[in-house]
């Protein structure tokens, strides 16, 4: 918890920065560990058959499943899975994180079979003040989602709490 | 057969969609979504021993929401947009219930939206984590 906290130059030099594409999964084993992780019961979430039965081309995937980054040791995020390779930094030494809000955008429909492009950009950074967390550090990302026609299929945008 | 445009009013209450999550549901959410954050599945970890438990991921509830509104719409659609703010924190072992309704419905470029505010509920009436979706029917 930080009494004082101020944002310096050198962090809103971050602002706008983009990450290198990388590439997110969705498999049939991925929405199905997503939809049992969620402790969903319809079938179209676990059973070809029935998705194909209900209109789906393949397992459809759940909301707010965007898919699995492709994970390799060194370049990877060892406890969030994500990239980390280029991914936009801001060095602001606070330990503690929440997540504060997330906002996913559908422009297409997302399959087992797909494979995604993804690209993280650093929107806004903001401070805020709580009786509970203190000062707090508020970034805003937004990654957009594009499908292997080209597609962009989903754009998600999301806040992080750094207090 | 199934949900349609027509039929759907603004003030309709969603089906609730309670959940319960233990350690082992979380466990599988971790594994699941590739976030193994240890606040939501390790008690002995700084931010959860300063917490005085685990916590059940914000992310967690965000999927639930998505599920009540995805077994709500029974593929009758598809959702364009859900959004959710993490409000308050929610605990293993603690009932929360997944809510929502109608606000708004109207067509755009000859689509059938429907609005929704909807929100979990802890066991204690707060409401942790507060959303809006909108679905485009196919009738």
């Known amino acids: ?163 | 057969m199934g949900l349609s445009w027509s039929a759907i009013n603004a003030g309709d209450a969603l089906p609730e969609l309670k959940k319960k999550p233990g350690v082992t549901q979380l466990v599988k959410y971790s594994a699941g979504s590739g976030d193994f954050n240890p606040l939501h599945h390790d008690f002995q970890f700084p931010q959860s021993k300063q917490l005085g438990s685990i916590i059940v991921h914000g992310r967690f509830k965000y999927a639930a929401l998505g599920e009540l509104v995805s077994n709500w719409l029974g593929h009758a659609g598809r959702i364009a947009k859900i959004s959710c703010q993490y409000r308050g924190m929610d605990f293993p072992d603690r009932e929360f219930v997944c809510r929502g309704t109608v606000t708004r419905k109207w067509e755009e470029n000859g689509e059938k939206r429907v609005a929704l505010e909807v929100w979990t509920e802890s066991d204690d009436g707060k409401k942790t984590t507060p959303g809006e979706a909108v679905v485009v029917l196919r009738s």
């Open chain 1, 1 to 163: 918890m930080a009494k004082e906290f101020e944002l310096t130059d050198e962090m809103r030099s971050a602002i706008g920065s983009e990450s290198p594409p990388w590439t997110y999964e969705v498999t049939t084993t991925s929405v199905r560990a997503f939809a049992r992780g969620v402790g969903y019961t319809d079938p179209v979430y676990f059973d070809v058959d029935a998705a194909k039965r209900a209109g789906f081309r393949n397992l459809p995937a759940p909301p707010t499943y965007l898919g699995t980054p492709v994970f390799i040791p060194g370049r990877s995020h060892e406890i969030f899975t994500m990239p980390t390779e280029g991914q936009p930094t801001v060095k602001h030494g606070l330990k503690g994180l929440l997540d504060g809000g997330t906002e996913t955008e559908y422009f297409g429909g997302i399959c087992a079979g797909d494979t995604l492009t993804v690209v993280n950009r650093l929107e806004n950074l903001d401070v805020r003040e709580s009786k509970a967390l203190g000062k707090m550090l508020i970034t805003t990302q937004k990654t957009t989602f594009t499908n292997q026609d080209g597609t962009v299929v989903a754009v998600q945008t999301g806040q992080a709490i750094y207090y």
